[in-house]
DNA sequence: GTTTTGCCATACTTTCCCGTATGGATGCGC
DNA sequence: GCGCATCCATACGGGAAAGTATGGCAAAAC
C-alpha cells in the first residue's frame, strides 16, 4: 500500500491498527488482515509485538494520550470562558474520524483493556469540561450537571452524524442547529437565558 | 440452559441473537455458542434458519418492530405534550437492556443490513418526538431541531451510562440532573425559560 | 569482507466457526 | 401401528486467522 518507508515501526502497527478499529472495531483488529493492508506479512508483526493483545493495548495508549492532549491544547489558549467552551464544541465535532474511532472504543468498552481507556479519557473530557463551567461562575455542582449535559449531546451527535446523518438539520440549518446548542447549552448565569430569543425568531 | 420448553422456535433464537447482540455486537452472534447457550446443537439452528444471515435479518426485524411500537404505545396515552415528552424521557431511561441494545447495534451500522434498521428506528423516533414538540407551539423548522437535540442527549446520556457510570451524578443529584435535561430540552414558547431557575438555585 | 543484527517471508499447526449431509427420535394422521 | 412430518444430534469438510519455527537478506558493525 505505501512503499514510502523502507521499514515498519511499532507506531505504523498501532496507527493501522486505529484505523482499522474505526471500521470494524476490536474484531477489526487482524494481523493478517493489517500485515496485507501494509504490504508486508505476519513475519514483521510478530516482530514489533509479542502477539495481538500487544498490539491492541499500544494503540490504546496511543489513542489516550493523543485524546487527552488534543482536548487541552486547542482550547487552553482562550481565556474567556464562554469562547473557550465554544472552542470545545468546535473542536469536538471537527475531526470525523476521531469521532468514529470513539465511539467504535466506546461499543467495545466490554473489553476490559479497552473499558479502562474510555474511561479515561471520557473522564478527562468530563473533567475539562466542568472546569470550563466554573469559570463561568457556576457553582462545583452545577458545574459538573451542565458539563455532564453537553458532553452527552456532543456524543449523541456525533452518533447522528455516524448512524443517521440525514436526521440532522441540512446544509444552512444546521448552523442554525448547533448555535442553538451552544446558546443552550452555555448557561449565563444571572442574565436572561437566550432560549427565548431562539422561540422568538 | 432453559429446559422449559421441548423444542425451540425460530422466535426463541431471534431472541437469544439478539441477546448475544448486547455483548458482542454482530460478531457475537455466532451459530455454535449459541446453541451451546440454548443446549442444543446446530442441527436445531440449521432447522429454523438457512444460515446466519436469516437469522440476524430476522432478529433486526424483530427488534426494529418492537422498539418503534413500544415508543407509541407509551406516550401516545398522555395528552398534555409537556408531559408527553417528559413520558417519552422517563421510558428512553428505563430499560437498560434496550439501551445497550440500541448501541450495540448502532456500533455495528456499518454492516448494510444493520444500517437500515437503525436509520428506521431512530427516524422513527425523531419524527415522534418532532411531532410532540410541534405540539408545544413550535415551528416545524424549530420542532425539529429540539427534537434533534433532545434525542442526541438522550443517545450520548445513554453511552455514558454503559461506558462511564462514575461520571454521571451519583444517587439524589441525578435526579437533579435529570431535571435540569427536562426543563432545558423542553422550551415554553412565549414564556420565560426554565435556566433561570435552575441556576438561581 | 566477514559477521552480526534488524526486519521480514514462508511454511507449518491449531482453533473456531460456518455450512452440509445424513441419520435418529418423537409425535401425529388415519 | 404404519407412515410421515417435525425437530434435533452427529459427523464431516472448508475457510480464516492466531501463533510458532525457521530461513533469507540487506545494511550496519567490526
Redesign the pocket.
Known amino acids: 500500500m505505501v512503499q514510502t518507508?523502507?521499514?515498519?515501526?511499532a507506531d505504523d502497527w498501532a496507527d493501522a491498527a486505529l484505523d482499522a478499529m474505526v471500521d470494524g472495531g476490536l474484531d477489526g483488529?487482524?494481523?493478517?488482515?493489517?500485515?496485507r493492508k501494509l504490504?508486508?506479512?505476519?513475519?514483521?508483526f510478530?516482530?514489533?509485538f509479542?502477539?495481538?493483545?500487544a498490539l491492541i493495548r499500544a494503540s490504546l495508549e496511543r489513542w489516550a494520550s493523543r485524546e487527552t492532549e488534543q482536548i487541552i491544547e486547542r482550547a487552553k489558549g482562550v481565556r474567556q470562558p464562554r469562547k473557550r467552551i465554544q472552542t470545545v464544541f468546535k473542536a469536538a465535532n471537527g475531526s470525523e474520524r476521531e469521532g468514529h474511532l470513539y465511539l467504535a472504543l466506546a461499543a467495545a468498552s466490554r473489553d476490559p483493556r479497552v473499558a479502562d481507556f474510555v474511561h479515561k479519557v471520557s473522564q478527562r473530557r468530563l473533567d475539562f469540561l466542568a472546569e470550563c463551567y466554573r469559570a463561568l461562575g457556576l457553582t462545583a455542582r452545577d458545574a459538573r450537571k451542565w458539563a455532564t449535559f453537553a458532553y452527552s449531546t456532543f456524543l449523541g451527535t456525533l452518533q447522528l452524524r455516524r448512524d443517521n446523518p440525514s436526521a440532522l438539520p441540512p446544509g444552512p440549518v444546521f448552523n442554525e442547529y448547533l448555535r442553538l446548542l451552544i446558546e443552550t447549552l452555555i448557561p449565563r448565569p444571572g442574565e436572561q437565558p437566550p432560549a427565548a430569543a431562539e422561540q422568538a425568531a
Chains 1, 2 share one sequence.
Do not use: I, Q
Request: cysteine-free; proline content about 8%.
Open positions: 518507508k523502507p521499514t515498519l515501526s483488529v487482524a494481523v493478517e488482515p493489517l500485515a504490504g508486508v506479512t505476519k513475519g514483521s510478530y516482530w514489533h509479542a502477539n495481538r493483545d
